[in-house]
């Protein structure tokens, strides 16, 4: 019964944290304080994640990934058109995804949760430090990172549940950096008069 929960509730946290992002980045033709680097490397992680779920026979983790992977293209495709995603950095990253998925496919679905586990928890380290450095965050959704940390703490107690520590471990590290990233922006948006809606609150 908890499993079932879990899995639901999981499953449909995962399928609506990046929309809310979409749908500022489309709505916006914005992409200010995103990494592009970040952008693609995640779509490497959802992948892996997504190979695992199929290996696993958890469909709340491929299902998941699978949503995760069309929503980022549709961010990856704005990108695209501000000129932010130079061509050769989705040729090295396809031909990543190739040799890493050629590699672990003999071995157990577990090597692919350990694998994206690892992409996963660095794929946020590039974000993070944009933040860190940029002067203009009014792309980034609050709305997302807000429901992005309830997700990954979903997943963290799920893993807890089934005694999977691949679904733990990553939480551990991404948790503290989806934080930093939602003050981050946060705190932009009120020191640029901006209410947490994205609606200015001083007149111009």
């Known amino acids: 019964m908890m499993e079932s929960f879990f899995a639901a509730w999981c499953t449909v946290l995962s399928l609506s944290f990046i929309w809310p992002q979409v749908w500022r980045t489309v709505r916006h033709d914005s992409t200010q304080g995103l990494s592009a680097f970040a952008a693609v490397y995640g779509v490497v992680g959802a992948g892996l994640w997504f190979a695992y779920g199929l290996g696993a026979e958890n469909t709340a983790i491929w299902f998941s990934n699978a949503s995760f992977i069309v929503a980022q293209s549709i961010i990856i495709t704005v990108m695209w058109r501000h000129g932010r995603v130079p061509r050769v950095m989705?040729?090295?990253f396809a031909a990543l995804f190739a040799v890493v998925l050629v590699v672990l496919l003999p071995l157990p679905s577990t090597a692919f949760g350990w694998t994206a586990?690892?992409?996963?928890?660095?794929?946020l380290v590039p974000q993070a430090v944009h933040v860190a450095r940029a002067e203009n965050m009014h792309a980034i959704s609050l709305a997302s990172w807000v429901v992005t940390i309830?997700?990954?703490s979903s997943w963290m107690a799920f893993g807890w549940v089934i005694n999977d520590p691949v679904m733990s471990v990553v939480n551990y590290i991404t948790?503290?950096?989806?934080?930093f990233i939602l003050v981050r922006a946060t705190r932009w948006r009120?020191?640029?008069?901006?209410?947490?809606?994205g609606r200015a609150l001083v007149s111009a």
């Open 90 to 92: 989705l040729t090295r």
């Open 117 to 123: 586990t690892v992409v996963s928890a660095s794929s």
């Open 150 to 152: 309830i997700s990954a």
């Open 175 to 179: 948790i503290p950096m989806m934080i």
């Open 190 to 197: 009120l020191a640029n008069g901006l209410a947490l809606t």
